[in-house]
């Protein structure tokens, strides 16, 4: 089983910097794809930013220069750098992962979600 733990969400003023991180953790063999979405009060989940195994990242057009993503390969910890905070930023954002465990299956593993709120 692998699990995926997101923290770093909280309150922040317009303008302002988050770091989000997700840990994946369990028995894992590879990591194929790792995606960082949000999801807005009322709204559908939308994808925000992605990083497969070759490290080419992909970002929304509506976070694109505003956001990063960075990995520490060898803990399975993918961060993402939020910067020039909007309020239409707020949202849960979830982390998911994909990948092959311990025994060669493929995984498809999501976190609880950690809330960001932007707000003066």
């Excluded at 699990?3 to 063999?29: K, N």
């Excluded at 994808?47 to 490290?55: C, D, G, K, T, Y």
């Excluded at 239409?88 to 809330?115: H, M």
């Amino acid at each position: 089983q692998v699990l995926v733990v997101e923290s770093g969400g909280g309150l922040v003023h317009p303008g302002g910097s988050l770091r989000l991180s997700c840990a994946a953790s369990g028995s894992i063999f590879s990591i194929r794809l790792m995606g960082w979405y949000r999801q807005a009060p009322g709204q559908e989940r939308e994808l925000v930013a992605l990083i497969p195994s070759q490290n080419k990242t992909a970002y929304s057009d509506s976070v694109k220069g505003r956001f990063a993503l960075s990995t520490d390969n060898t803990r399975n910890i993918f961060y993402l750098r939020m910067s020039d905070l909007k309020p239409e930023d707020t949202a849960i954002y979830f982390c998911n992962v994909k990948g092959l465990d311990g025994r060669r299956g493929n995984f498809d593993s999501w976190g609880p979600g950690t809330q960001v709120t932007v707000s003066s």
